[in-house]
Structure formats: structure tokens, C-alpha cells
């Protein structure tokens, strides 16, 4: 099973333009290969082998400085691309379909290009990206690739650069048959709750953290730019951000480890973090329980357990009534979910999880009745 992580890259400037160098030397390879082949297909109806381009692109490399800079995996990678387009062209004709000659690309039309063999030119490993002629690229790694990776495609979307790695996931696990589902709950009081009621609290050393580096934030900004006071307490800062963040990312995977170990089906609110953010006072207490990350580790695991995993919209989970449906508007201080309708009282976020994981189940409900039964 292959599957594809991209991730966001942070070249320098003298990075961009190499980069820039590097995506245009490839188009320029493209459209000469298409040339050669258009030429002697018009003059002699004659088909280039992609064998034949990639013998002539060795020698061409000695006489063209820019080709020479190329990886030579991945500039056959790029003649490998053409040839694609003109094998699905003779396709077309062969069908009678509209042929559709294959096109030379304008500037903006040509996105990418590839390392088809890991580590040939290009590797990914611990939030940086070393690629050949070009050096060490910061990434943003925002969740691990699993796997191992087979091939490195870099890629320009508006402006920005991507790299997206294709990796060898292994088999696709059994799907797990218990009847074991839970529905959670994105909390502000807890870290989560589930629909069962259980309920893990938020992780509070961030709050103690928080207390050190008001401290330590203070103190950088007392002392003066450039001095190597400064410099010890940023780099204090930044000690003690590190350790939140890898204490946090511990406490993720600990309960993702659980929920995956004890459910066959998992459903989630899918986080709009932009939503609930509005209310700033809420903020902090949102970034400290860092619900995205967790969101991504707890996919991650379940993916590779053979659990399904289903992010539902959360609008109107927590109004809704899970015994009956109606709707009951409760300002976000009311911690009790009460129905006038069907006398339900449960806590405000319990309901919530009920709604969450009945909404999963009702949009995963083909799966999970094979699953089920
Ligand atoms: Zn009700």
C-alpha cells in the first residue's frame, strides 16, 4: 500500500532560486525531449524511445551545464513523464479518442519533478530535506511519514514549495471486527470526553510552563539586543518550549495508544480550530491541548491498527439532544445538557460525543455494517 505525506518546505532565498533553477531546467528538458519526438514523428512518423532520449540526455549533459546540475534519476524521471504522455496518446488513437498531442509546457504549467529512488538525490529525514546541487531544506514535518519512503516529488502550489514523499506503507491491516466504537469529544474542561462518559484531563504542565515563561519571556525582553544575556535566556525559551512540546506530543500518543488499543471505530470532531479560537480568552487552553496533533496521531495509529477512523463536522454537536434530537441552545458556560423534550441530563460534553460518534456511524454506515456484522 503506498501512500503520499506532503509537507510544506522553507528554502532560504539563494534555496528558492535554486529551486526555481532546478524546476525550470526540467521543463526545458520536457519540451526538448518533445521536441526531438514531435520532429521525427512529423518527418519520419517515427516513435523516440524513452531509452533512446535517456542515452541521448547522458551525452547531452556533458555539453549543457544546466543539465549537468539535474540528479540523473530524476531528470529520467522527467523523460519517463513524457513518455507517459505519448504512450496514453497512442492509446487514444488506437481507441479512437481525440489524441490529444502531447503539449509543450508553458512556464506555470510545469509544477514538479521527482526522485524516483529515495535517498538518489533527495532525502527526507527529521524535518529537513537534503537535496542534491541545492542542500539542507527546513520542512514541516506536521506528522511523520510512516513507512519507508520510495520517492521524493518537489512541487510549487502558488508560490510555495511542497515536498511529497510516496511511501511504502505495507499491507493494509485486517479491519478489526469487535464491536467496540467510541465517539470524542474536543474539550476545554477536559482534554476529551467520550460518549460513554469517560473523560481525560487536560495535560497541565503547559500551565506550570506557561508560569516560567512569563518569567523567562520578561527577562529577554529586559535585556539588551545583541548581548549574550539575551541570547542565554532565548535560548532558555526555547528549552523550555521544546520540552512542553515533546511532553505534550508523549501525552498524545499515550491516550491515542489507548483509545486504538480498546475501539475498532473511532469518530472525532474534525477540528476547526479557527472556529473555536474566536473567543480568545478559549485560546489558550485550545493551543495547549493541541487537538490537531492529536487528531493526526490518533488517524495515524488507528490507520495501522485496522481501526476506522472518521472526522465529523461539529456543528451543532453540542446543542443537539443525542436522545432525541432536539435542539437545545446552551451558552458555553452551561456545562449541563438538559431536554425539555425527552428530559435527557447529561454533562454538556458527553452529549456531544453521542452526537459525534452517531454521526460517524451514520456516515461510515456501509463500512461499519460489514464491519459490524
Ligand atoms: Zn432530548
Redesign the pocket.
Known amino acids: 500500500m503506498i501512500k503520499a505525506f506532503k509537507y510544506r518546505l522553507y528554502p532560504n532565498t539563494a534555496q528558492v532560486r535554486e529551486l526555481e533553477i532546478m524546476l525550470e531546467t526540467h521543463r526545458r528538458l520536457y519540451n526538448e525531449c518533445l521536441a526531438q519526438r514531435k520532429e521525427r514523428y512529423e518527418t519520419a512518423q517515427e516513435s523516440v524511445k524513452y531509452t533512446q532520449q535517456s542515452a541521448w540526455f547522458k551525452s547531452a549533459r556533458g555539453a549543457n551545464d544546466w543539465y549537468a546540475r539535474l540528479n540523473f534519476s530524476s531528470a529520467q524521471a522527467t523523460m519517463r513523464r513524457l513518455d507517459k504522455a505519448f504512450q496514453a496518446f497512442f492509446r487514444r488513437i488506437k481507441t479512437g479518442d481525440k489524441p490529444g498531442y502531447p503539449r509543450f509546457k508553458a512556464r506555470g504549467r510545469f509544477d514538479s519533478w521527482t526522485y524516483p529512488a529515495h535517498g538518489d538525490g533527495a532525502r527526507l529525514l527529521d524535518g529537513k530535506l537534503r537535496l542534491q546541487h541545492i542542500g539542507v531544506v527546513r520542512v514541516r514535518q506536521h506528522r511523520p511519514a510512516q513507512g519507508t519512503i520510495k520517492t521524493v516529488q518537489i512541487k510549487i502550489e502558488a508560490g510555495k514549495w511542497f515536498v511529497i514523499a510516496s511511501c511504502e506503507i505495507g499491507d493494509a491491516p485486517p479491519p478489526r471486527t469487535e464491536d467496540t466504537a467510541v465517539g470524542i469529544d474536543i474539550g476545554l474542561e477536559h482534554f476529551l470526553s467520550t460518549d460513554q462518559g469517560e473523560q481525560v484531563d487536560n495535560p497541565r504542565y503547559q500551565k506550570e510552563a506557561l508560569r516560567r515563561l512569563r518569567v523567562v519571556g520578561r527577562a529577554v525582553s529586559r535585556k539588551k539586543k545583541g548581548s549574550r544575556n539575551r541570547g542565554k535566556a532565548v535560548s532558555k525559551l526555547r528549552s523550555i518550549h521544546a520540552r512542553v512540546s515533546n511532553k505534550r506530543r508523549d501525552h498524545h500518543h499515550k491516550v491515542a495508544r489507548d483509545f486504538v488499543s480498546r475501539y475498532a471505530f473511532i469518530a472525532a470532531e474534525s477540528l476547526t480550530v479557527k472556529n473555536m479560537v474566536r473567543n480568545r480568552r478559549l485560546s489558550r487552553s485550545i493551543s495547549d491541548a493541541g487537538w490537531s496533533q492529536f487528531l493526526n496521531i490518533l488517524r495515524a495509529k488507528a490507520e495501522s491498527a485496522g481501526s476506522v477512523f472518521v472526522e465529523v463536522p461539529p456543528q451543532g454537536t453540542s446543542q443537539a439532544?443525542s436522545?432525541?434530537?432536539?435542539v437545545?441552545r446552551k451558552a458555553l458556560s452551561v456545562r449541563q445538557h438538559r431536554?425539555p423534550?425527552?428530559?435527557?441530563s447529561l454533562q454538556r460534553d458527553v452529549n456531544a460525543a453521542r452526537n459525534i460518534l452517531a454521526r460517524g456511524q451514520a456516515r461510515m454506515e456501509p463500512v461499519w455494517l460489514n464491519v459490524a456484522h
Request: charge should be negative; charged fraction near 10%.
Open positions: 439532544c436522545g432525541c434530537g432536539a437545545v431536554c423534550e425527552c428530559g435527557l
